[in-house]
Structures are given as structure tokens and as C-alpha cells.
């Protein structure tokens, strides 16, 4: 049962627009949320987080933003870079099992020039 | 170490053969985690240690999975009896004590021939 969701699983935007990547969970007791980035053959990156208890969480060219009663987080990445190129997951982490990560299907996303 | 190291960085192993993989995570973080990606697909977690308590073994697909991490420290992932559908590659991930961010390392791609 996959708990958390990417349903795009590919996005592509022009060097220099937003890049808007979507994510939803269905477990209500998910209380914190991160944000990776993978390129080929490497592992995968921390890039930004966001607890429960903020709605937005900002961080250079990056923000998260989270709705909790939709059960919803987007990345927003502005400007976008040629080197954003890479695939992006969404994981989750509930209260009552800390630590214990769930990660989305990820979205490949590409800068294009 | 500065980060997550994992070996062999590449195994090509004959169906039915048993592999073992290697985690060394960051010094002192007292989590650890195994992770694995099929092509095309998301990160599937497979087990979690957490300090001196019992793993949690939720993830792992089947009893030919095992794994052990001795010391607190390094980790070692046994599949016996490989099949081609274990063919993935595995990430291990750790995280410090009240930290919230797992780090990566840079996976083990098993392919079964």
C-alpha cells in the first residue's frame, strides 16, 4: 500500500521558470516530510524538510509547502537550473513510528536551456 | 567516515546464489536503514535499526532477506537464493541521534543473472 504518492513522474520546465513538484499520503499520523534529490548512479540527497507544524518552509531556491487537511506537499523550485535536472522523492514519517521513512515513486524532472 | 559508505558498488551474482551487502554508516549515528529501488520504481523500505532495539523488519520482502548490524555500527544485508526480481539497487541510510534527516550512501546495484 503505497502511503506516499508522486503522480507525475516526469516534469520538464524551462531554465529560469518555477519547477512545482506535487506529493500526497494517505496516513494521517505522517508528522514530517523531506525532500530528496537523486542523480544516476548516485544516492539520493536531503534536500529540504517541514514539520507538521509549519506550512511552509523556505530555503534558497527551494520552498515546501504543506497542507495538512488535503494531505498535500509541493516543492517549489525558482529559478530553475539546468543542474535541478534530476529525479525528485517525497518522503514521510509518522509520529508513531519515528524514523521510519516512506518514500514516493519520485518525479524525473528536466531544465531545459 | 564523512558519509555513507556501501560495498560492493556493483555485483553481478547467478540466480540462486546468496549475496551479502555492505553498510558502513556515518560515525555515531545510531540509525540505520536499508532501502531498495527497482528500475522504475520508488524507494521500497526494507529494515530499520534504531540503537539497541529490535529492528524493524516490516519492509523486507521475503524470508530469503536478512539483515544484521553488529556493534551499533556496520550493517550487512544477506539475500539468499537470489532471484532476478531481487535485481535493484540497495540503499542504506542513517541518521544521528535527534536528528531528522537520513543520509544516503551511494547504493549497491545487484543485478541476478
Known amino acids: 500500500d503505497q502511503q506516499v504518492k508522486q503522480n507525475s513522474p516526469s516534469l520538464s520546465v524551462q531554465e529560469g521558470r518555477i519547477s512545482i513538484l506535487n506529493c500526497d499520503y494517505t496516513?494521517?499520523?505522517?508528522?514530517?516530510f523531506l525532500w530528496y534529490k537523486k542523480y544516476p548512479a548516485e544516492g539520493p540527497t536531503f534536500l529540504i524538510s517541514?514539520?507538521?507544524?509549519?506550512d511552509k518552509n523556505e530555503d534558497g531556491r527551494f520552498t515546501v509547502f504543506l497542507n495538512k487537511s488535503a494531505k498535500h506537499l509541493s516543492l517549489h523550485i525558482v529559478p530553475s537550473q539546468p543542474g535541478d535536472s534530476a529525479v525528485y522523492f517525497c518522503?514521510?514519517?509518522?509520529?508513531?513510528?519515528?524514523?521510519?521513512?516512506?518514500f514516493g515513486a519520485g518525479t524525473q524532472v528536466v531544465v531545459t536551456p | 567516515g564523512a558519509g555513507v559508505s556501501q560495498s560492493p558498488s556493483n555485483k553481478v551474482t547467478e540466480k540462486g546464489k546468496d549475496v551479502e551487502l555492505r553498510c558502513d554508516p556515518i560515525?555515531?549515528?545510531?540509525?540505520l536503514y536499508w532501502y531498495r529501488q527497482s528500475l522504475g520504481q520508488g524507494l521500497e523500505f526494507l529494515i530499520y535499526?534504531?540503537?539497541?532495539?529490535?529492528?524493524?523488519k516490516s519492509g523486507l520482502p521475503s524470508d530469503r532477506f536478512s539483515a544484521e548490524r553488529t556493534g551499533g555500527s556496520v550493517s550487512t544485508l544477506t539475500i539468499q537464493r537470489t532471484q532476478q526480481e531481487d535485481s535493484a539497487v540497495y540503499l542504506c541510510?542513517?541518521?544521528?541521534?535527534?536528528?531528522?534527516?537520513?543520509?544516503f550512501g551511494e547504493g549497491s546495484w545487484l543485478t541476478v543473472v
Open positions: 560515525s555515531g549515528h545510531t540509525a
Open positions: 496516513n494521517s499520523m505522517f508528522d514530517y
Open positions: 535499526f534504531q540503537g539497541n532495539s529490535a529492528p524493524d
Open positions: 517541514i514539520s507538521s507544524i509549519k
Open positions: 541510510a542513517s541518521k544521528g541521534p535527534g536528528g531528522n534527516t537520513i543520509y
Open positions: 518522503a514521510a514519517s509518522p509520529s508513531d513510528s519515528w524514523g521510519k521513512f516512506q
